[in-house]
């Protein structure tokens, strides 16, 4: 089946429900910007990319239900359902990427009209762009792949955090495309279980041999010798190539080190944020204390205890091996080759 986490049909903004994976495939049909605020504040859509799209999608909505013919009056309050988007997930810069690039077109637009069906365009136009790339992203990806290879993965990297294809399974779609014989280990990736339940669900759709594993089982199969690589994804990544990612993909770097195991990423151009020096400029979300209490609503931890719960952490530059985007492999030194990324991408992006 073709995945597709965030489409249009019609006038209506269709997104595949990820709280509901693997035990249900629903859809959510709406109409209302409101909902997709509250869509991607709850991870109905996740995934830097998808998380972008979807807040796109969303701000056509809220031109639609605007009802004024002043330009003005128009942007102003078009400008509050934008702040509202902005407000939902604080690590994932393509959200912030998307909502600029809908700002840009809308402050060009001379009545609201205009700015409705330029704003509707835009949204598909970044659609269109996300599958284009993430299968740009496999292609230069796949090159890295060894025939037989055992690929681990962190998280959900795949068509559900994307528009579709992915950027971390698209290199192992990409691969298979290829000819070459690959597996993958996906950990499970406490405390939502992403990669158990979204990346493993993936796989098994298409036939890719997939084995879930426990998060704290990495290190014991790299000293077997049982992984040869691993590729993630990334919600930001630094001017130095630092990279924020689901939380435990600093780990998993760290193991891969050690173990002589080259890292890599697979992100589009737009998670790179070169206004960001370095990792420790990337805020990382701090989500509900529950996610680690509860699974699937029945507490496991005792009451009253302490709870942190990072969403992402950031592994360094020097534990990532190479960084695969839609323009290219990137390589260190890290601050030349991803500002010749963005640069590429800049020209031909608008």
Not at 61 to 68: P, R, S, V
Not at 177 to 201: C, F, H, I, N
Not at 211 to 228: C, F, H, P, S
Request: hydrophobic share 45%.
């Amino acid at each position: 089946m073709e995945i597709r986490p965030v489409r249009w049909e019609g006038d209506v903004l269709v997104l595949i429900d990820q709280t509901q994976l693997p035990h249900r495939f629903v859809e959510v049909r709406t109409t209302d910007w409101r909902e997709v605020v509250e869509a991607i504040r709850h991870m109905v859509v996740r995934g830097a990319p998808a998380i972008g799209a979807a807040a796109a999608c969303g701000l056509v909505l809220a031109a639609e239900a605007i009802e004024t013919s002043d330009m003005p009056a128009f942007y102003e309050q078009w400008l509050k359902a934008a702040d509202a988007f902005a407000s939902t997930r604080p690590t994932a810069v393509n959200l912030f990427w998307a909502i600029e690039r809908m700002k840009r077109v809308a402050q060009h637009c001379n009545n609201p009209e205009e700015a409705r069906r330029c704003l509707r365009e835009e949204s598909e136009t970044i659609l269109r762009e996300d599958v284009e790339a993430n299968r740009a992203i496999g292609r230069h990806g796949q090159t890295l792949v060894p025939d037989g290879a055992r690929i681990l993965t962190h998280c959900n990297a795949g068509a559900l955090a994307t528009v579709g294809y992915g950027t971390a399974l698209g290199v192992i779609r990409a691969a298979v495309e290829a000819g070459k014989r690959v597996s993958v280990y996906a950990d499970e990736t406490r405390p939502r279980l992403q990669g158990m339940q979204l990346t493993a669900w993936e796989l098994v759709q298409e036939g890719i041999p997939v084995t879930v594993i426990t998060d704290n089982m990495a290190g014991m199969l790299m000293r077997q010798g049982e992984i040869d690589m691993v590729v993630v994804g990334a919600d930001r990544i630094a001017a130095n190539g630092d990279v924020a990612n689901k939380v435990g993909t600093y780990s998993v770097a760290v193991l891969a080190k050690h173990h002589g195991i080259p890292f890599y990423v697979a992100a589009p151009v737009s998670t790179v944020d070169l206004s960001v020096a370095d990792g420790s400029g990337i805020p990382i979300e701090e989500r509900s204390p529950e996610e680690v209490t509860h699974i699937a609503g029945v507490r496991i931890a005792p009451e009253g205890v302490k709870v942190i719960n990072p969403a992402f952490d950031v592994t360094p530059a020097e534990l990532v091996s190479a960084i695969i985007t839609e323009e290219g492999i990137a390589r260190p030194p890290y601050t030349d080759s991803l500002a010749q990324m963005v640069a590429k991408r800049s020209g031909e992006v608008r």
